[in-house]
Nanobody
Framework: QVQLAESGGGLVQAGGSLRLACAAS????????MGWFRQVPGKERDIVAA????????YYADAVKGRFTISRDSSKNTMYLQMNKLAPEDTAVYYC???????????????????WGQGTQVTVSS
């Protein structure tokens, strides 16, 4: 079992930046493909960015390319999402997720992930 906990959400003005963190605990001795998703009320949870098990391969949704950066620090069992040039349409609850240790990734759909954090709210004001 892997437990995930997001932090770093908040309220920011358009054009500003935030950095989200996802701390993993539990069975973290193995590497897992990991990702960030976001969800607004009444809509599906969408992929934002994902990293392969090794961290060498990365995927970004078109909406965030050039603005968001996903990274991971294996020594701290933590994944990050640096979000720059934020816009009101980035407002959502952001979730981190981890997939099976037997998959390489990056994984881009919700059903491919086994473990989820509780989510952190990001609100961008115009």
């Amino acid at each position: 079992q892997v437990q995930l906990a997001e932090s770093g959400g908040g309220l920011v003005q358009a054009g500003g930046s935030l950095r989200l963190a996802c701390a993993a605990s539990g069975r973290t001795s193995s590497s897992y493909p990991m990702g960030w998703f976001r969800q607004v009320p009444g809509k599906e949870r969408d992929i934002v960015a994902a990293t392969s098990r090794s961290g060498e391969s990365i995927y970004y949704a078109d909406a965030v390319k050039g603005r968001f950066t996903i990274s991971r620090d294996s020594s701290k069992n933590t994944m990050y999402l640096q979000m720059n040039k934020l816009a009101p349409e980035d407002t959502a609850v952001y979730y981190c997720a981890a997939g099976s240790q037997f998959r390489i990734g990056p994984l881009t759909t919700t059903h491919q992930y086994e473990y989820w954090g509780q989510g952190t709210q990001v609100t961008v004001s115009s």
